[in-house]
């Protein structure tokens, strides 16, 4: 860690601490900043010694003059990166909101609400379009790989040379590979892995940089369709429902900012409480798509996505997810030539179990109870291998050819792993009416037979679950099984974290279905009952649900994901207790993968409730001070030097009364963000001399709304210096009833508050309502639970 520059450290709040969003303040130039008086903690409790570090190695240059990028790039998980902001949940009602709204009749409110639904069904068509064209090409492309690949095998099995198949085998997969990690790796890296705890930060508050870009979405699209045909251990599940996001937050804005296309259409749609709550809906869509329920979709996207909820939003939310599966099924069903026939249940068909003739007894919910830990514990150590193995990939493969070549190798071993284990198995099966294989391999089974570890590796994962779940007993050998959970649990935590795009779902399925039908084999034999006891495939059921929620710690929407997409409603109860021990079992250990990988990325996000021993701090503990603050007319030179400063970057501003003394903080009386701000100065919305009573330009909501989500940077914006000694009135523009909290309430209920109502900041203030700090979402995120108690994060530019 010697590479590592304290840029700044205090150990206390009395000394340099920082403002809003940005590195420690350093106070604006020609006076901008008028509040500076330290204030005097006392005897005020203070957790640990909060510093702010630089990340970025810098790039040393040889004697040679040849430059030397750096071999290992350190990471700490006490660490909280400086470089996300937050979003603003928060409606900003100025006066031009204000008056925006009294103008408008129930007749435009109610005009809203139905263009609402309407974005919601259009998220819903589109997202069920992409999701038929991924499920269309990736079974073109695999059925041809695997079809070759088989032909291959045929030809050298008894000619000999089976050495050139395992070469096709792995070529194939590394080509395929090749291409998604490229397209991840150099254009759009935001697009790696399955994306859905990039879209759990984002509807928390964080803005994460390029998430919903149209960019993104054709890069997760084309990256999942080669990271699946190209055989790795991976699901379409987590890009779809990222998918579905990035459609949302296209559609219900009516412009495209990559393209450069403004529809003029959903213009108030265009702020991020708004976007928010259409995004939400996008996530449900995928789920939906992807598993074909609808319910699950939604309990989703307010289990695992949502922060903030409705019961209105929650029917739109469920229109959305419904029209995206009934697009794909009637696509779907149009190009199987069954036009009508919407039964198909999603992209991953676990098949219908309504048919079949087994249940469960009351007596094995104990049974499903063990299994449930069981997975508990496994899913702790797929956690666990793949944290350390995410710790490793962040310090050393972190340029991108390397990361192309870690997932080509990835591919590559898949393969020769897959064809060794289907060269020396030995388990043949009868090849009846009734088997679904779609690539039977015979290999050196006699004729009539199949090598029945063929039709676990070779074939997609959501095919093989399919068949670990209806193959009739006696269809695996427990051998088989055992090899394979072993081999796929290392390759699927090996390929969780690479450079392309993919998602866990179904390889964790996979995994559990193949020890639960273990599992339920060997039931089979101790008790010598008959598959009434201890059917295969329902134990294959429970051990996928049990394998999953050990994973990703899903409750209550996975609970009903299985339910909707396998159509039994009978394991409803097995399968929610399977899933709660599997998560209380699992939490002992360590955090579930989404919550882990979040943690790595250093996101400042905020969970339910705060740290349970934190009523010992209070706001004035955890706060930023001193503030920088505007008066409500301001110099423009003041404005333009605070927001040029790049020692810091803070989004928030307190307005307050005109200063009597520089050295006492001024009373609030409205809050402006940095984005308004640099479009009042875009718009030149100056008054032509102090304190002058002369015309300003009417500024509309419009030309904010115009502006947003990508404001321009302040260096684009020209101020000559005459314009710098005009004077702005914000007093329209800005907030005139922001949150505020006295310097005395406790941390939980700061954080209740915060998170709550979907802050960006919060003024402290004190007894005679004096602006004496502001609360952001770094500031409560650095408190939490650790070995230790209570601890704080620092922060890092990353």
Same mark, same amino acid.
Request: aromatic share 10%; with cysteine; charged share 20%.
């Given at each position: 860690?010697?590479?590592?520059?304290?840029?700044?450290?205090?150990?206390?709040?009395?000394?340099?601490?920082?403002?809003?969003?940005?590195?420690?303040?350093?106070?604006?130039?020609?006076?901008?900043?008028?509040?500076?008086?330290?204030?005097?903690?006392?005897?005020?409790?203070?957790?640990?010694?909060?510093?702010?570090?630089?990340?970025?190695?810098?790039?040393? %240059?040889?004697?040679?003059?040849?430059?030397?990028?750096?071999?290992?790039?350190?990471?700490?998980?006490?660490?909280?990166?400086?470089?996300?902001?937050?979003?603003?949940?928060?409606?900003?009602?100025?006066?031009?909101?204000?008056?925006?709204?009294?103008?408008?009749?129930?007749?435009?409110?109610?005009?809203?609400? +139905?263009?609402?639904?309407?974005?919601?069904?259009?998220?819903?068509?589109?997202?069920?379009?992409?999701?038929?064209?991924?499920? +269309?090409?990736?079974?073109?492309?695999?059925?041809?790989?695997?079809?070759?690949?088989?032909?291959?095998?045929?030809?050298?099995?008894?000619?000999?040379?089976?050495?050139?198949?395992?070469?096709?085998?792995?070529?194939?997969?590394?080509?395929?590979?090749?291409?998604?990690?490229?397209?991840?790796?150099?254009?759009?890296?935001?697009?790696?892995?399955?994306?859905?705890?990039?879209?759990?930060?984002?509807?928390?508050?964080?803005?994460?940089?390029?998430?919903?870009?149209?960019?993104?979405?054709?890069?997760?699209?084309?990256?999942?369709?080669?990271?699946?045909?190209?055989?790795?251990?991976?699901?379409?599940?987590?890009?779809?429902?990222?998918?579905?996001?990035?459609?949302?937050?296209?559609?219900?804005?009516?412009?495209? %900012?990559?393209?450069?296309?403004?529809?003029?259409?959903? #213009?108030?749609?265009?702020?991020?409480?708004?976007?928010?709550?259409?995004?939400?809906?996008?996530?449900?869509?995928?789920?939906?798509?992807?598993?074909?329920?609808?319910?699950?979709?939604?309990?989703?996207?307010?289990?695992?996505?949502?922060?903030?909820?409705?019961?209105?939003?929650?029917?739109?939310?469920?229109?959305?997810?419904?029209?995206?599966?009934?697009?794909?099924?009637?696509?779907?069903?149009?190009?199987?030539?069954?036009?009508?026939?919407?039964?198909?249940?999603?992209?991953?068909?676990?098949?219908?179990?309504?048919?079949?003739?087994?249940?469960?007894?009351?007596?094995?919910?104990?049974?499903?109870?063990?299994?449930?830990?069981?997975?508990?514990?496994?899913?702790?150590?797929?956690?666990?291998?793949?944290?350390?193995?995410?710790?490793?990939?962040?310090?050393?493969?972190?340029?991108?050819?390397?990361?192309?070549?870690?997932?080509?190798?990835?591919?590559?071993?898949?393969?020769?792993?897959?064809?060794?284990?289907?060269?020396?198995?030995?388990?043949?099966?009868?090849?009846?009416?009734?088997?679904?294989?779609?690539?039977?391999?015979?290999?050196?089974?006699?004729?009539?037979?199949?090598?029945?570890?063929?039709?676990?590796?070779?074939?997609?994962?959501?095919?093989?679950?399919?068949?670990?779940?209806?193959?009739?007993?006696?269809?695996?050998?427990?051998?088989?099984?055992?090899?394979?959970?072993?081999?796929?649990?290392?390759?699927?935590?090996?390929?969780?974290?690479?450079?392309?795009?993919?998602?866990?779902?179904?390889?964790?399925?996979?995994?559990?279905?193949?020890?639960?039908?273990?599992?339920?084999?060997?039931?089979?034999?101790?008790?010598?009952?008959?598959?009434?006891?201890?059917?295969?495939?329902?134990?294959?059921?429970?051990?996928?649900?049990?394998?999953?929620?050990?994973?990703?710690?899903?409750?209550?929407?996975?609970?009903?994901?299985?339910?909707?997409?396998?159509?039994?409603?009978?394991?409803?109860?097995?399968?929610?207790?399977?899933?709660?021990?599997?998560?209380?079992?699992?939490?002992?250990?360590?955090?579930?993968?989404?919550?882990?990988?979040?943690?790595?990325?250093?996101?400042?996000?905020?969970?339910?409730?705060?740290?349970?021993?934190?009523?010992?701090?209070?706001?004035? #503990?955890?706060?930023?001070?001193?503030?920088?603050?505007?008066?409500?007319?301001?110099?423009?030179?003041?404005?333009?030097?605070?927001?040029?400063?790049?020692?810091?970057?803070?989004?928030?501003?307190?307005?307050?009364? #005109?200063?009597?003394?520089?050295?006492?903080?001024?009373? +609030?009386?409205?809050?402006?963000?940095?984005?308004?701000?640099?479009?009042?100065?875009?718009?030149?919305?100056?008054?032509?001399?102090?304190?002058?009573?002369?015309?300003?330009?009417?500024?509309?909501?419009?030309?904010?709304?115009?502006?947003?989500?990508?404001?321009?940077?302040?260096?684009? +914006?020209?101020?000559?210096?005459?314009?710098?000694?005009?004077?702005?009135?914000?007093?329209?523009?800005?907030?005139?009833?922001?949150?505020?909290?006295?310097?005395?309430?406790?941390?939980?209920?700061?954080?209740?508050?915060?998170?709550?109502?979907?802050?960006?900041?919060?003024?402290?203030?004190?007894?005679?309502?004096?602006?004496?700090?502001?609360? %952001?979402?770094?500031?409560?995120?650095?408190?939490?639970?650790?070995?230790?108690?209570?601890? #704080?994060?620092?922060?890092?530019?990353?």
């Amino acid at each position: 860690m010697a590479n590592i520059t304290k840029k700044v450290s205090w150990s206390s709040r009395d000394d340099d601490p920082a403002q809003g969003e940005g590195t420690p303040l350093l106070n604006g130039a020609s006076g901008a900043a008028r509040y500076t008086r330290q204030f005097s903690g006392g005897s005020i409790f203070h957790i640990g010694r909060l510093s702010t570090v630089d990340l970025e190695e810098d790039i040393t %240059t040889q004697e040679d003059g040849v430059l030397s990028w750096p071999k290992e790039i350190p990471h700490n998980e006490k660490l909280l990166s400086l470089k996300y902001e937050s979003l603003d949940y928060d409606n900003s009602e100025n006066q031009l909101f204000l008056e925006e709204e009294r103008r408008m009749s129930y007749m435009g409110f109610r005009c809203l609400e +139905i263009n609402r639904w309407v974005v919601c069904g259009l998220i819903g068509f589109l997202t069920g379009l992409i999701a038929c064209f991924i499920d +269309i090409v990736v079974e073109k492309l695999a059925g041809l790989k695997y079809q070759g690949i088989k032909q291959s095998i045929e030809n050298f099995t008894e000619a000999g040379g089976l050495c050139i198949s395992l070469i096709l085998w792995a070529v194939l997969n590394s080509v395929f590979v090749m291409v998604g990690a490229v397209i991840v790796a150099f254009f759009e890296p935001v697009a790696a892995g399955s994306g859905i705890p990039q879209i759990k930060c984002y509807l928390n508050g964080v803005k994460m940089p390029r998430v919903v870009r149209l960019k993104t979405l054709v890069v997760k699209v084309c990256g999942v369709i080669c990271s699946v045909v190209g055989g790795l251990a991976v699901g379409k599940e987590g890009p779809m429902i990222h998918s579905g996001a990035v459609v949302a937050a296209g559609v219900s804005q009516g412009r495209s %900012t990559s393209l450069k296309r403004d529809f003029k259409i959903y #213009e108030y749609f265009r702020r991020d409480t708004e976007k928010r709550d259409f995004v939400s809906a996008g996530a449900a869509a995928g789920v939906s798509a992807a598993f074909g329920a609808p319910v699950g979709g939604v309990l989703f996207s307010l289990e695992e996505g949502a922060s903030f909820w409705n019961q209105m939003l929650t029917w739109r939310i469920f229109f959305a997810s419904m029209m995206s599966t009934f697009t794909l099924n009637f696509f779907l069903s149009i190009y199987h030539s069954k036009p009508g026939d919407l039964s198909n249940p999603g992209l991953i068909n676990f098949g219908r179990f309504e048919n079949d003739s087994v249940t469960y007894n009351i007596y094995e919910i104990p049974i499903f109870i063990i299994m449930g830990a069981l997975g508990g514990v496994l899913g702790a150590l797929f956690n666990v291998l793949n944290y350390w193995l995410s710790i490793f990939r962040m310090r050393y493969v972190h340029r991108p050819c390397l990361q192309v070549m870690e997932a080509m190798l990835v591919a590559a071993v898949t393969a020769t792993v897959s064809f060794t284990m289907i060269y020396f198995s030995n388990d043949c099966q009868p090849l009846g009416e009734d088997q679904s294989e779609e690539y039977p391999l015979q290999l050196f089974c006699a004729d009539g037979e199949y090598n029945s570890m063929a039709t676990t590796f070779f074939n997609t994962p959501e095919r093989s679950v399919r068949s670990l779940f209806h193959n009739p007993p006696g269809s695996f050998n427990p051998l088989t099984l055992g090899v394979f959970t072993l081999t796929y649990f290392f390759l699927a935590c090996w390929t969780y974290g690479l450079t392309v795009s993919a998602g866990v779902f179904i390889p964790s399925l996979l995994i559990g279905a193949a020890w639960g039908r273990l599992f339920g084999i060997l039931l089979a034999t101790i008790t010598n009952s008959g598959s009434n006891w201890a059917d295969p495939g329902k134990y294959a059921l429970i051990g996928a649900a049990a394998q999953l929620g050990g994973i990703v710690r899903m409750t209550l929407s996975l609970t009903v994901i299985m339910v909707e997409a396998t159509g039994n409603v009978t394991y409803g109860l097995p399968i929610m207790l399977v899933l709660m021990t599997a998560k209380i079992v699992g939490d002992y250990f360590i955090e579930g993968l989404y919550d882990i990988h979040i943690k790595l990325q250093s996101v400042p996000f905020l969970h339910w409730e705060a740290p349970a021993t934190s009523h010992s701090l209070t706001a004035r #503990e955890v706060m930023s001070s001193p503030v920088t603050s505007f008066n409500r007319i301001e110099k423009v030179g003041n404005i333009v030097d605070v927001l040029s400063n790049t020692s810091t970057n803070h989004n928030g501003f307190p307005v307050v009364n #005109e200063f009597i003394d520089i050295n006492e903080p001024g009373k +609030i009386c409205g809050l402006i963000l940095r984005s308004q701000l640099i479009v009042l100065l875009k718009h030149k919305v100056f008054v032509e001399r102090a304190h002058s009573r002369l015309h300003q330009r009417k500024l509309q909501l419009k030309d904010f709304r115009d502006a947003y989500p990508r404001f321009p940077p302040i260096q684009s +914006i020209h101020v000559s210096q005459d314009e710098r000694e005009c004077m702005m009135d914000l007093t329209e523009f800005m907030n005139p009833t922001p949150y505020a909290v006295p310097q005395e309430t406790s941390l939980p209920r700061v954080f209740k508050l915060f998170r709550a109502l979907g802050l960006r900041h919060l003024v402290v203030v004190d007894n005679e309502n004096r602006v004496v700090g502001l609360v %952001t979402r770094k500031d409560l995120a650095r408190y939490h639970l650790g070995k230790h108690g209570l601890e #704080e994060l620092q922060l890092a530019q990353m």
